[in-house]
């Protein structure tokens, strides 16, 4: 070891760093996340400053409208905007065994199919166990190549030897850097890689596809600088005893980030869902308190989803509030309208709360819905199997109005569905619609008094 060689440690969650070890970090929180790294020390030479690119205006820019490229994946290519955009660096992260690998695979084959020359770099999987994975995906073409590598120098040279128009990194954090004296995984290995594979994006026009490995908590393993890096993150969620999984994009520098993508897992790959409400609804029963229907916005698409509300009495001093696919604080809040507004005593009965399919819904247009199967668990009284509920409660027990009316309620009639409420306050922007019968209500007591 040199005597000028330095030592400090640095949290793998958040990247900060500190000149000893300790069990917690002190920028995050987290425990035992602290790697001791090397500071390579030097004086650096001074050199004279020189133009590397002389700036212009941006009015003479000349921009050619290219055409995105397609990847022959319909629900893929909507979350990304319409299709790849040449030169973009794409961070996909998501739990293990969720289909990440899969999917990016199944990307490349269609891209070989068009005729694009492809590689699939892969530091977790040896070439043999690629080709297996390959033909049980029927995931075959004479211009998709594969290569099992982790140094970070030989990627690069490969890619620089032989003209590719698409890359996969298979994971980001099996790559290292031989001059970096850290492990592969570790905050400068990554951030190392990222920006290595970002000049490479930039420079060459290669779309460029990077996995990444997910945290305890659900983050992307490594720095947030990553996330920051890259032209566009895609998580891929959904539980793993589901065989649903949706892509959603939560940054996109080239499109809208609220679209998602729907795929059904099965032994051949990744299948997609062209119409995820016929999928969601396929096994609601007939007659079932507690079960009712809400249309909500996913990007420009509505899609027709099942909340199921049980309110049962509690064999504990304090009662259960379990909720699936939504948010806690809001289910929690209209416990309690309901309990000021409608006097229903749920405050010493277990509550579960839960979205058919393994969907999460975060927009408050579902209120509505959520309200009426807790009530109609409650009451023990089911709701009309061709009902669907649409609205935002507000504390004072009013309903609402909610974005993207007429979208929902079409979605409804298509799915064989004849009656909806809607709040009063969107009854005037509606047009009618053929076999839909539309209810309008101004209060939650209203809703209540239609339902039961």
């Given at each position: 070891m040199k005597k000028k060689d330095k030592f400090t440690f640095r949290c793998q969650s958040c990247g900060g760093q500190t000149p000893k070890w300790m069990g917690k970090c002190p920028e995050c929180g987290a425990w035992d996340t602290l790697v001791e790294e090397?500071?390579?020390s030097g004086v650096l030479k001074k050199r004279k400053s020189s133009f590397v690119s002389e700036p212009v205006s941006i009015d003479s820019v000349a921009v050619e409208e290219t055409d995105r490229i397609k990847t022959g994946i319909a629900e893929f290519d909507r979350v990304l905007g319409g299709g790849l955009v040449d030169g973009s660096l794409i961070l996909i992260g998501g739990d293990p065994g969720i289909g990440k690998s899969?999917?990016?695979?199944?990307?490349?084959?269609?891209?070989?199919?068009?005729?694009?020359?492809?590689?699939?770099?892969?530091?977790?999987?040896?070439i043999r166990q690629l080709s297996m994975r390959g033909k049980r995906l029927n995931s075959k073409g004479s211009s998709l190549f594969v290569v099992s590598e982790t140094d970070l120098d030989s990627i690069l040279a490969m890619?620089?030897?032989?003209?590719?128009?698409?890359?996969?990194?298979?994971?980001?954090?099996?790559?290292?850097?031989?001059d970096v004296s850290s492990t592969?995984?570790?905050?400068?290995?990554?951030?190392?890689?990222?920006?290595?594979?970002?000049?490479?994006?930039?420079?060459?026009?290669?779309?460029v596809?990077?996995?990444?490995?997910?945290?305890?908590v659900g983050a992307i393993a490594g720095p947030r600088i990553m996330e920051h890096m890259v032209d566009t993150v895609l998580y891929f969620e959904g539980d793993k005893n589901h065989v649903f999984r949706?892509?959603?994009?939560?940054?996109?520098?080239?499109?809208?980030?609220?679209?998602?993508?729907?795929?059904?897992?099965?032994?051949?790959?990744?299948?997609?869902?062209?119409?995820?409400?016929?999928?969601f609804l396929s096994e609601r029963s007939a007659i079932a308190p507690g079960s009712v229907v809400t249309s909500c916005m996913e990007g420009s698409r509505p899609i027709l989803v099942e909340i199921q509300g049980l309110v049962s009495s509690s064999g504990f001093g304090t009662p259960r509030r379990t909720v699936l696919g939504?948010?806690?604080?809001?289910?929690?809040?209209?416990?309690?309208?309901?309990?000021?507004?409608?006097?229903?005593n749920l405050s010493g009965l277990d509550i579960f709360m839960n979205v058919a399919g393994g969907v999460k819904i975060v927009e408050p247009a579902a209120d509505l819905a959520i309200a009426a199967a807790l009530a109609s668990s409650f009451l023990d009284k089911p709701v009309e199997k061709n009902t669907t509920l649409i609205g935002e409660i507000g504390l004072t027990g009013e309903i609402r109005a909610v974005g993207h009316i007429q979208a929902r309620i079409k979605e409804a009639s298509k799915m064989g569905f004849t009656k909806c409420l809607?709040?009063?306050?969107?009854?005037?922007?509606?047009?009618?619609?053929?076999?839909?019968?539309?209810?309008?209500i101004s209060f939650l007591k209203d809703a209540m008094e239609v339902l039961f």
């Open positions: 090397r500071i390579i899969t999917l990016m695979l199944q990307v490349l084959s269609k891209l070989s199919d068009a005729g694009k020359k492809c590689l699939y770099v892969s530091g977790e999987e040896s890619v620089e030897h032989s003209k590719y128009d698409a890359l996969v990194i298979d994971s980001i954090q099996t790559v290292f850097h031989p592969p995984g570790s905050v400068t290995q990554i951030r190392e890689a990222a920006m290595q594979f970002m000049k490479l994006s930039k420079s060459t026009g290669i779309p596809f990077l996995v990444g490995h997910v945290t305890k949706i892509l959603r994009a939560v940054k996109n520098r080239f499109g809208p980030t609220n679209e998602i993508g729907v795929f059904e897992m099965n032994e051949k790959g990744l299948t997609q869902v062209p119409n995820p409400s016929a999928v939504l948010d806690n604080n809001r289910v929690a809040l209209l416990v309690a309208v309901m309990e000021k507004r409608l006097g229903m809607v709040p009063s306050s969107t009854i005037k922007q509606l047009s009618k619609i053929k076999g839909m019968t539309i209810e309008s």
